[in-house]
């Protein structure tokens, strides 16, 4: 568990008789009394309010770092939670992209999150793969859609578009989704990281 320390808002109670024996350092909302074993000037009470929040992480393979207003408190695998005490408004946060391999991350769209009352907090991670696309010869032809991240098990629709003077011949295609052959367009869906490359060649 994480438990944030804090200093406590005070408020008096009720009145003793006598004069405190040491000095008593008091302001409208917060005060430090110095006590002796003889008197007290005020009791006093903590009307703080603390509230529980408990930390999830969801759709990661590995750990994941856990910010408490920018400052890690916790390594978190999917399946295993983080419980804060705490007391006012804070800001969770998690790293919004964690890299698995250099073609595949993790993603978290909701990776900050300011909260002040008790509750869970999920953080969900969605898988993206990185697709490639490219013409060969690439001054030859043009190819939609661009290179990039993509969601793992979304659909692409490719296209090749040759330029005067040359013809598309085929797609070549490595990754699982990946397509190889003559359609153009042609859809494939992105179940890795995928390859696919439009061939063109002179008339």
Not at 141 to 156: E, F, K, M, Q
Not at 186 to 198: G, K
Request: net charge negative; charged share 15%.
């Amino acid at each position: 568990m994480c438990i944030r320390d804090s200093p406590e808002t005070l408020t008096p109670i009720g009145i003793a008789i006598y004069e405190p024996s040491h000095d008593c350092d008091v302001s409208e909302n917060n005060v430090t009394v110095y006590l002796s074993y003889r008197v007290l000037r005020a009791i006093y009470v903590s009307q703080m309010a603390y509230y529980n929040c408990t930390i999830n992480v969801i759709g990661v393979p590995v750990p994941v770092t856990v910010y408490l207003d920018g400052k890690p408190i916790a390594n978190l695998s999917e399946g295993e939670s983080c419980a804060l005490r705490l007391y006012g408004e804070h800001n969770i946060s998690v790293d919004p992209i964690v890299m698995l391999k250099k073609d595949v991350r993790c993603i978290c769209e909701n990776f900050s999150v300011n909260i002040s009352s008790a509750g869970n907090l999920t953080f969900f991670f969605k898988t993206q793969y990185y697709v490639n696309i490219t013409a060969s010869p690439s001054y030859a032809g043009d190819v939609s859609p661009s290179s990039g991240w993509y969601d793992a098990n979304s659909t692409l629709t490719l296209m090749a578009m040759p330029r005067s003077g040359y013809a598309f011949i085929e797609w070549v295609g490595s990754g699982l989704g990946s397509y190889n052959g003559t359609k153009n367009p042609v859809s494939i869906t992105a179940l890795s990281p995928i390859n696919e490359t439009a061939i063109f060649k002179a008339l």
